[in-house]
């Protein structure tokens, strides 16, 4: 699975990226999710280090393209980003944010084909982290950025996880602290005492609940309130300085 934004405010033009990228998809063999935003501040102020590429238009009304990649540099010196322009001299400037490279509208095809490649071996470089889990029968590789949620009920650890587009769950004897040990140095954090959410799969937090990518909603307990709220600000904030000193004890 690879993850793509979009920031284009013209329609026409982000639908266009959206067709060639999931073609690309087809072709290839490749699961793709793409997330168009229509401006760069709506970029940088949803931005929580889930994307593997973003296609970045220059010229938009509330934030430039330019600034919203100096600003997504601050956090994340990892992010492919392709600027997509009418004018090919701005685009020169991506030296500055570590661009990898620009694409002159109208976009081809084949131009966008070969980035996506890019995007798919700097992916590959440097790897996704995993769990195996052990379930009778069978050992299953879960990557941990498509995990939404573990938690625990009657001495069974349910994984909480995304597959292909879809909720999906394994069950297995266990405690969490197993489970935890694995996360270690990871975005995750205990929202209650039977329960560890994906930071990186947070979508927002109403009053006492935590809404996830995938539609679940995990309750929050008083007790493990500020603590949760500290590791989301701090995992915001470093997009990736999660230090094993910021999760403190369980």
């Not at 990892?78 to 976009?107: E, H, S, W």
Request: aromatic share 10%; hydrophobic share 40%; net charge negative.
């Amino acid at each position: 699975m690879i993850n793509i934004a979009i920031v284009e405010n013209d329609k026409d033009q982000a639908e266009r990226l959206e067709s060639y990228i999931k073609r690309f998809g087809e072709e290839n063999g490749e699961q793709v999710n793409v997330v168009w935003f229509r401006d760069g501040v709506d970029f940088v102020s949803d931005y929580a280090g889930n994307f593997d590429g973003v296609f970045m238009d220059i010229d938009m009304p509330l934030m430039d393209g330019m600034t919203a990649a100096e600003k997504i540099r601050e956090t994340d010196e990892k992010l492919c980003i392709v600027f997509v322009t009418d004018l090919a001299q701005y685009a020169l400037r991506g030296y500055k944010v570590n661009a990898m490279d620009y694409l002159v509208k109208p976009v081809d095809y084949f131009e966008l084909a070969l980035e996506l490649k890019k995007i798919l071996r700097s992916k590959q470089m440097h790897g996704d982290d995993f769990i195996w889990i052990s379930v009778p029968g069978m050992r299953k590789r879960v990557a941990l950025c498509d995990i939404e949620y573990v938690d625990i009920l009657a001495h069974d650890i349910h994984v909480h996880y995304v597959e292909d587009g879809a909720n999906a769950e394994i069950v297995y004897r266990g405690t969490l602290k197993d489970i935890e040990a694995q996360f270690a140095d990871k975005p995750f954090s205990r929202c209650h005492n039977c329960c560890i959410v994906n930071l990186r799969r947070v979508r927002t937090i109403a009053g006492d609940e935590v809404l996830l990518d995938g539609g679940d909603r995990v309750y929050i307990s008083r007790n493990r309130r500020k603590k949760f709220m500290n590791d989301l600000t701090n995992y915001i904030a470093g997009n990736g300085g999660y230090s094993k000193k910021s999760r403190g004890g369980v």
